[in-house]
């Protein structure tokens, strides 16, 4: 399970910017996740509950954002919203086309107790 390893990762940076700031644990946690990125919500929720127990998180509030997609088509140059990974382009339906949001994975802001 991917998830597991994502969560896992976010945990080591949430936890060494606690320990950088002297804290105890952390409060509030706030993560960005693309709609486009390969994280499946469901299996998040689960790796991140396994995960965050006996961490410097186990008590710590989580929001996720989860951030639309956008792509652009490479044959006509078109920006649009995308929901899926290969959605086609609206004004050409070309299945051609770059992710240029929607992929990030990333810790926005934490919140501490120290
Ligand atoms: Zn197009």
């Known amino acids: 399970m991917h998830e597991l ?10 936890e060494s ?9 952390v409060k509030r946690i706030e993560l960005d996740i693309g709609k486009l990125s390969t994280v499946e919500p469901m299996a998040f929720d689960f790796a991140w509950k396994q995960a965050v ?7 710590a509030e989580r929001v996720t ?4 997609g ?9 920006v649009f919203g995308m929901n899926e990974l ?3 382009c609206p004004a050409c339906g070309s299945f051609l086309s770059e992710v240029i949001e929607g992929r990030e994975l990333q810790v926005k802001s934490i919140n501490i107790d120290s």
């Open 70 to 78: 956008k792509g652009r088509c490479t044959e006509c140059g078109t």
């Open 53 to 59: 127990r006996s961490t410097m998180l186990e008590h």
């Open 17 to 25: 910017e606690a320990v950088k700031a002297g804290a105890v644990a």
């Open 5 to 14: 390893s994502i969560v896992l990762n976010i945990i080591d940076i949430a």
């Open 65 to 68: 954002n989860y951030v639309s």
């Open 86 to 88: 290969y959605d086609p």
